[in-house]
C-alpha cells in the first residue's frame, strides 16, 4: 500500500489494483474446506444466511470476507481460524508472491477437488485404514519403475 504524505496508508480498492494476495488465498482455503467436507456453495450460504453468489465471490477472492463471516465460515467449515491463513507470508515477506510454488500447488489442489470423482477418491483413501493408505502411496512409485 502506497503512504501519502500525511503518513496514512491508501485504501486498496479490488476493482482499481485487483484482489489482493490475502483475500485470493483465504478464499482459496474457503473453497478447499468446503469441498473437503462435501458441502455445496448453497449449503454453505444457507448455513451462514448469504446467498450462494457471495460465497463465489468469497471463494474467488472477488469479496473480502469480514472477520464475522470469516468466524460463521469457521464454524460452519469446523475448522480452525489459523487454516485460513496457513501459506500466508510472515516476517515482512509478501503474501503468497514470495512462493509461486506454493500458488501452484494451491492452483493443482483446487482443480483436483473440482471433479466429484477426484473427491469421492480422496474421502475412500481418507477412509481406508492405514495399511491400506500405505500400500495406495506406494503404487504409483512402482508403476513408475515398472514403466522406466
Known sequence: MDV???????R???TA???HPVDIHVGQRIF????????SQPVLAARLGITFQQIQKYEKGKN???????????CALN???????????????????A??????????????????ENMKLLHNYLGAPPAVR?????????????VT
Open 32 to 39: 478447499l474446506a468446503r469441498r473437503a467436507k462435501r458441502m
Open 79 to 97: 475448522v480452525p481460524a489459523a487454516y485460513f491463513f496457513d501459506g500466508v507470508g510472515a516476517g515482512g515477506t509478501k503474501p503468497l508472491e
Open 17 to 19: 489494483q485487483g484482489a
Open 64 to 74: 473480502r470476507v469480514s472477520a464475522s463471516v470469516l468466524y460463521a465460515i469457521m
Open 99 to 116: 512462493d509461486p510454488v506454493a500458488m501452484e500447488d494451491m492452483n493443482a489442489v483446487q482443480a483436483m477437488l473440482a471433479s466429484q
Open 4 to 10: 501519502e504524505p500525511t503518513g496514512l496508508k491508501k
Open 12 to 14: 486498496r480498492t479490488i
Open 134 to 146: 500405505k500400500a495406495v502411496r506406494s503404487l504409483p512409485s512402482s508403476v513408475a519403475k515398472d
